[in-house]
């Protein structure tokens, strides 16, 4: 059975930072592309990051660009979000899923094997 699980999320005070964690089990995802996304309450799951199978290249939507890195250990099957200078407008549920088609890197539905997301919370 194919899993993922997020970790790392939290309360956090605006400027700070979390790292969270994307861990797969039950297959590997090396050669898949893999993205960060996140869902605030009464809005649509928007696009966060992304990187490609071995790490060379990452995406990012342009509210975090600058703030937040993605990364990968292919060994570990885990994927992470370094988020620094946090904001209140980062405040959602983080998810982390897996790119089945190796394009539409910012897309919702070209990714599956969602996790179940870990909660980002930042006050001001």
């Known amino acids: 059975q194919v899993q993922l699980v997020e970790s790392g999320g939290g309360l956090v005070q605006a400027g700070g930072s979390l790292r969270l964690s994307c861990a797969a089990s039950?297959?590997?995802?090396?050669?898949?592309?893999m993205g960060w996304f996140r869902q605030a309450p009464g809005k649509e799951r928007e696009f966060v990051a992304a990187i490609d199978w071995n790490g060379g290249n990452t995406w990012y939507t342009d509210s975090v660009k600058g703030r937040f890195t993605i990364s990968r250990d292919n060994a570990k099957n885990t994927v992470y979000l370094q988020m620094n200078s946090l904001k209140p407008e980062d405040t959602a549920v983080y998810y982390c899923?897996?790119?089945?088609?190796?394009?539409?890197?910012?897309?919702?539905?070209?990714?599956?094997?969602w996790g179940q997301g870990t909660q980002v919370t930042v006050s001001s």
């Open positions: 899923a897996v790119n089945l088609y190796g394009n539409r890197l910012v897309e919702v539905r070209f990714y599956g094997y």
């Open positions: 039950g297959r590997t995802f090396s050669i898949n592309p």
